[in-house]
Each structure stands twice: as structure tokens, then as C-alpha cells.
């Protein structure tokens, strides 16, 4: 029998990212179908806007928390930085090979951090949720004229005499038709890869507890807990132990 061994794997402000992530990212994906799906739920006009309301407000929490993230990448642990995160660097090919070959033959390796296969979700999982959260900062300024883009929205669609910092959602008396068009021209794009993002962020997220699930079963590790005790408990010797 393998003898178990603890380790030090995530610090305290990468386990306090990862749970007010999978919040935010739950309320954005609730209140996101609700927005989505509201014309045939017949949902009024002035409900919708409440409801953007709420779907930005966790935009911002999901934003904010991203960026101290990144920044912590620079100056978190070694499981946290940035070479222990995204894919590459050298050696990442090996690693990748070996940990895909032990797997494959039933005995996987087990790490402290993220496996090389891991890193690659992690990464896509990073890239999605910073689309996202550039995306639905432009649609909160189109639509709602909130910061940091609204008030240029707000300047765009304004009619001749209005003060922008007055617009808000609804107003039809206060914007000029034809700005308001061309604005709502401009905005399209962004709504259709903002649509995109969400189901391919879905659709990762179904992936990512999949993996969880199946790595739990298979190399045992504590992966799960880990996240709240931020220690791992391994029955082999870690290829990236300190």
C-alpha cells in the first residue's frame, strides 16, 4: 500500500478567487439564460433592465476578482504563478506525454498543482472568462450606460442639448434615432461573441467538473477538498513536489 503524504498546494487567495468565481460565474449564468431566454418567458421591458442590472453587478465581482487573479499569478506560490498555470514552457511537452501515458495505463501521476492536461482547461478557462468580461463591460455601456464605457455610449445616443450623464435605459425621448441605430450597429458584434463566450464557457465549466470527477476517482488527491484546505494528500511522489 502507498504510503500518503501531505501537501501545501493552494494558497489562501487562489481558494478565495476560485469560490468567488464559481459564485459570480453561477449568477451570471442564472440571470444570463433568464436575459436570453426573456422575450419568450415574456418578460417586461423594465424587468429585463432590472435583470441587466443584476447580471453586470456579478459581471463586476467576476471582472474584479479575474484581474486580482492575474495579478496574483505574479506574486502567489508556486502552484499559483504563472508557470504552474498556463501550458508551455520547458519541459511542459514531456511532462504532457508522460502524464497522458500514465493515465492511459490506469495509474496516473498525481500533482500539487495543476497536471500539464489541466493547465490547457485552465488556460481556455481564463481566456473565456476574460472575453467575457471585456464583452459584457462594452454591452453594460451600450445598454445601460454604466462605467467604464457608459458615459461615451451615453455622449453617442444623446440628443442634440441632452446632458448624456441623464440618459439612461428606456429613455426614447432623451436619444437621437439615428445615433441610437448606429450605436446598437456598433454594439451587434459584441452581443454574438458574448453569446458565443457563454456557451463555450458553459460548456467548458460542464467539462472542468467532469475532470474533477474522473481525477477524483481515478488519482484520489483530495482535489476537491484541496480547495478548501488548500492541502493535497498523495499516494505517489508528485512530479512537480518542492
Known amino acids: 500500500m502507498s504510503e500518503l503524504k501531505e501537501y501545501a498546494a493552494w494558497d489562501a487567495p487562489t481558494r478565495w478567487f476560485h469560490w468567488i468565481n464559481v459564485l459570480a460565474v453561477i449568477g451570471l449564468v442564472g440571470?444570463?439564460?433568464?436575459?436570453?431566454?426573456?422575450?419568450?418567458?415574456g418578460l417586461s421591458a423594465p424587468g429585463k433592465v432590472i435583470l441587466k442590472d443584476v447580471h453586470v453587478s456579478f459581471g463586476y465581482v467576476m471582472?474584479?476578482?479575474?484581474?486580482?487573479r492575474f495579478a496574483w499569478a505574479f506574486f502567489g506560490n508556486s502552484y499559483a504563478n504563472w508557470r504552474a498555470v498556463i501550458p508551455g514552457g520547458p519541459g511542459y511537452l514531456a511532462a504532457l506525454r508522460a502524464y497522458t501515458a500514465s493515465?492511459?495505463?490506469?495509474?496516473?501521476?498525481q500533482y500539487v498543482g495543476h497536471n500539464p492536461l489541466a493547465r490547457?482547461?485552465?488556460?481556455?478557462?481564463f481566456l473565456l472568462l476574460l472575453l467575457q468580461a471585456v464583452t459584457g463591460l462594452i454591452l453594460?455601456?451600450?445598454?445601460?450606460?454604466w462605467p467604464p464605457f457608459g458615459h461615451w455610449?451615453?455622449?453617442?445616443?444623446a440628443a442634440p442639448g441632452v446632458d448624456p450623464s441623464s440618459v439612461v435605459p428606456?429613455?426614447?425621448?432623451?436619444?437621437?434615432?439615428t445615433s441610437y441605430a448606429a450605436m446598437r450597429a456598433f454594439r451587434s458584434p459584441f452581443v454574438q461573441v458574448h453569446e458565443l463566450g457563454f456557451y463555450a464557457l458553459t460548456v467548458l465549466i460542464a467539462i472542468h467538473i467532469a475532470a474533477i470527477v474522473v481525477t477524483e476517482v481515478r488519482e484520489g488527491g483530495s482535489i476537491t477538498s484541496a480547495m478548501f484546505t488548500g492541502r493535497k494528500?498523495?499516494?505517489r511522489p508528485p512530479p512537480d513536489a518542492p
Open 31 to 41: 440571470t444570463g439564460l433568464d436575459i436570453l431566454f426573456g422575450n419568450p418567458l
Open 63 to 68: 471582472a474584479v476578482n479575474l484581474m486580482w
Open 103 to 109: 493515465f492511459l495505463a490506469g495509474e496516473p501521476q
Open 120 to 125: 490547457i482547461a485552465v488556460a481556455l478557462l
Open 140 to 145: 453594460a455601456g451600450a445598454d445601460l450606460y
Open 153 to 157: 455610449f451615453a455622449a453617442w445616443v
Open 170 to 177: 428606456g429613455a426614447t425621448e432623451l436619444i437621437d434615432p
Open 233 to 235: 494528500i498523495l499516494s
